[in-house]
């Protein structure tokens, strides 16, 4: 069975970076796709990230495109997230999470809202001055 840890988070001024882990435990495959998502509150959950290994493409919300990086050490079985020029409204709990959901249309792909199966306790990310 999958396990997921995150870790990393905390309190951070705007415009400051955070980089969060997620350990993976419970399954070693040639294929996967993992990502994050974050959830603040009184608000429903927000897709991030995924990437896939099936096309070796990762895939972003438009909200954090250009400042959040997905990446992975496959040796540490750990996957981060780079979080850069954060904004008071990115503070939330961040899970990741696999697989992560996410749609292909003529237009390109995008990260979904909904549809997560396995993810951790989660890290709290404050971003405030």
């Known amino acids: 069975q999958v396990q997921l840890a995150e870790s990393g988070g905390g309190l951070v001024q705007p415009g400051g970076s955070l980089r969060l882990s997620c350990a993976v435990s419970?399954?070693?495959?040639?294929?996967?796709?993992i990502g994050w998502f974050r959830q603040a509150p009184g608000k429903e959950r927000e897709g991030l990230t995924c990437?896939?290994?099936?096309?070796?493409?990762?895939y972003y919300a438009d909200s954090v495109k250009g400042r959040f990086t997905i990446s992975r050490d496959n040796a540490k079985n750990t996957v981060y997230l780079q979080m850069n020029s954060l904004k008071p409204e990115d503070t939330a709990v961040y899970y990741c999470t696999t697989p992560c959901p996410y749609y292909c249309t003529g237009y390109g792909c995008s990260v979904t809202n909904h549809g997560y199966e396995n993810w951790g306790q989660g890290t709290q990310v404050t971003v405030s001055s």
């Open positions: 990437f896939d290994s099936a096309d070796d493409r990762t």
């Open positions: 419970g399954f070693t495959a040639d294929y996967y796709n």
